[in-house]
């Protein structure tokens, strides 16, 4: 399960840069926003037109400016912390070593099940297995 793990983190990166090259320096940064003017325009919060195109519509609009770069960098944070819970499980001074053993492999299964899932929008990469689906 590390390559698993491993491939997270590498489509996590690649996110991060994605959206801090799109213009997001922080995860409470950079917002699009869409104008809902039926033209599909969607610009930053600085007045910076994002995207232009006739006939997009605001479905797709809505749609490119709810995966704004601060939203982007904010869901990296969030799955880099299960990450880091899966790597550095709880554990308790009051427990003894064999239970603080035990419920770290439990929780270390339970988020290698949800890491399978994580993974599901990134199942077009080349370096997706198939083995990892849930």
Do not use: C
């Not at 991060?16 to 039926?38: I, K, M, N, P």
């Not at 033209?39 to 609009?61: I, Q, Y």
């Not at 490119?64 to 880091?84: F, N, S």
């Not at 599901?120 to 370096?127: E, F, G, R, T």
Request: charge should be negative; avoid cysteine; proline fraction near 4%.
């Amino acid at each position: 399960m590390d390559d698993l793990v491993q491939f997270l983190r590498d489509r996590l990166d690649e996110d991060e840069t994605v959206a801090r090259t799109a213009g997001g320096q922080e995860a409470d940064g950079l917002r699009w926003l869409d104008h809902g003017s039926g033209n599909g325009v969607v610009s930053d919060d600085a007045g910076m037109v994002v995207t232009f195109r006739t006939g997009a519509g605001d479905p797709h609009a809505a749609d490119i400016a709810l995966h704004d770069p601060a939203r982007t960098l904010r869901e990296v944070e969030a799955k880099r912390g299960l990450l880091k819970r899966y790597e550095e499980p709880e554990t308790s001074a009051a427990l003894s070593d064999s239970v603080n053993t035990f419920t770290a492999g439990v929780e270390r299964t339970v988020l290698l099940e949800v890491f399978r899932h994580l993974t599901l929008p990134y199942a077009d990469h080349p370096d997706h297995r198939e083995d990892w689906r849930p």
